[in-house]
């Protein structure tokens, strides 16, 4: 299935400790960590059997000076990044880096919504390898947006990226979970941002085969659990930790 406008297609960890946070994922997940040979470019590539997941990066001089934390984030194919970009802005976004290119990757740009929350926008070059589905571990299973305005957001991302609104499941005293999608698959969920979230941002979840047992190689391996294992619909269970860096990122996965 070939990638369309409003496809998530990339994520990108942002470290102070490239190394560090290399020796974490590929404790805790598995996955295997190779320097990409990008000449000029320091860029880890993270795979899971041979197909790639995620890269990984020091942060960059101008994100530091912003005081940008360690982080997690996603790339959403766009049919032009010029154009997306500049719709950013008229929509009440901001672009953080401007569209620039990746000599034979293709080309990118950095924005953020209304709320704050971050997000890249790509045009790769040639044709992307074909992602694999849901559930498949190893691989980002879920994407998680904390906002300040749920649906302010989703039309914002929906005039942006074609997301339609999909299901809500009501959370109680927590506020509706809005599930956004496209083409009759749901892509992730919108939540409302809960206090101890810091500001509004994306949290990344990865499949996992066992909860329980990552959860032992987070902490083992000098990250700390930020979510206890909590079971959500279909039967699985997730959790929230930051890397030994202070990255926020999640799993999902069965108990077994």
């Avoid at 320097?35 to 795979?47: A, R, W």
């Avoid at 620039?100 to 390898?129: C, E, H, M, T, Y």
């Amino acid at each position: 299935m070939s990638v369309k406008h409003g496809d998530f297609v990339w994520y990108e960890l942002m470290s102070p400790d490239v190394a560090g946070a290399a020796a974490f994922y590929t404790a805790v997940l598995g996955w295997d960590a190779a320097d990409s040979g990008m000449p000029g470019l320091t860029y880890t590539l993270f795979s899971q059997k041979g197909v790639h997941v995620a890269g990984l990066m020091d942060i960059p001089p101008d994100a530091a000076a912003r005081k940008v934390p360690p982080n997690w984030t996603g790339y959403v194919a766009v049919d032009d990044v010029d154009v997306s970009a500049a719709e950013v802005t008229r929509l009440g976004g901001q672009v953080h880096r401007a569209p620039d290119d990746i000599p034979g990757v293709g080309r990118f740009a950095i924005v953020a919504d209304p709320d704050g929350a971050v997000i890249g926008l790509l045009k790769g070059q040639g044709d992307p390898p074909e992602l694999p589905g849901l559930g498949t571990p190893g691989h980002i299973a879920w994407r998680e947006l904390h906002a300040d305005n749920g649906a302010k957001a989703l039309d914002f991302y929906g005039q942006l990226f074609g997301w339609e609104k999909r299901d809500g499941l009501d959370m109680g005293p927590m506020g509706i979970y809005q599930l956004y999608g496209k083409n009759g698959a749901d892509y992730g969920g919108i939540t409302p941002r809960q206090p101890d979230m810091g500001s509004p941002m994306w949290v990344y979840y990865i499949q996992v085969e066992n909860i329980d047992e990552t959860a032992k190689r987070v902490v083992a391996n000098g990250g700390k659990i930020e979510l206890e294992p909590m079971e959500v619909p279909g039967e699985m269970w997730v959790i929230q930790c930051r890397d030994p860096q202070g990255a926020l990122t999640a799993m999902v996965g069965p108990r077994v």
